[in-house]
């Protein structure tokens, strides 16, 4: 049973408009909620990262907000650039018996910006 | 510089032929983790450590064994490798664990095919 769900597998945004990618959760025990991004061939790169005490959490372009009631958290980037082409990964901790450790990954979503 | 380094890059084996992938980071980090990444699956956890001689398992740690016994290095075991072990393997490590924005470093992955 997947925990942590990235329905949208690909996403297509023109330059300069809103990127917004979705993540779901299934399990309240997560606490802690993280994005990272990936190119082909490299590993992937920590983006932004949220606390579950927070409903949202800015660095430059990138916002992510959660919705802990909906179980729903979104990764906003505005503007969009070429450069921002990627798969994003949404991961969760859980905050079971005190683990800081066990993170679970999305399956990603891969995000094209149009010049 | 700061990095995550894995050994091999590429390895192409067969089913029951013992290997190991090393990994190995050079900043002083207590946490350590091995992930795989299939299609359509995205990054599965396999491993953790949160410190020498502490290991945790992830969401799939059957077929894998780890072994931190200093800190620098967490290398990944596959002591009968299958063909459904055939993916691409990322090692990570952070200062403290995955939370509280501790910038989780990725290597470069090795892309392992069992035939």
């Known amino acids: 049973d997947q925990q942590v769900k990235q329905n949208s597998p690909s996403l297509s945004v023109q330059e300069g408009r809103i990127s917004i990618l979705n993540c779901d959760y299934t399990n309240s025990m997560f606490d802690y909620f993280l994005w990272y991004k990936k190119y082909p061939a490299e590993g992937p790169t920590f983006l932004i990262s949220i606390s579950s005490i927070k409903d949202k959490n800015e660095d430059g372009r990138f916002t992510v907000f959660l919705n802990k009631s909906a179980k729903h958290l979104s990764l906003h980037i505005v503007p969009s650039q070429p450069g921002d082409s990627a798969v994003y990964f949404c991961?969760?901790?859980?905050?079971?018996?005190?683990?800081?450790?066990?993170?679970?990954f999305g399956k990603g979503t891969k995000l094209s910006v149009k010049p | 510089e700061a990095q995550v380094t894995q050994n091999p890059r590429y390895l192409i084996t067969v089913t029951g032929k013992k290997l190991t992938v090393t990994c190995s980071q050079n900043?002083?980090?207590?946490?350590m983790s091995w992930y795989r990444q299939d299609p359509g699956l995205g990054l599965r956890q396999i491993y953790y450590s949160m410190n020498v001689e502490v290991t945790d398992k992830g969401d799939v740690p059957e077929g894998y064994k780890v072994s931190r016994k200093e800190k620098r290095n967490f290398p990944l075991i596959l002591e009968s490798p299958s063909p459904n072990q055939t993916s691409l393997y990322f090692c990570a490590s952070s200062a403290r664990g995955a939370r509280k924005g501790d910038t989780q470093y990725f290597g470069p992955g090795t892309r392992l095919t069992v035939l």
């Open positions: 900043m002083n980090h207590e946490y």
């Open positions: 991961a969760a901790i859980l905050n079971y018996g005190g683990s800081q450790g066990n993170l679970i």
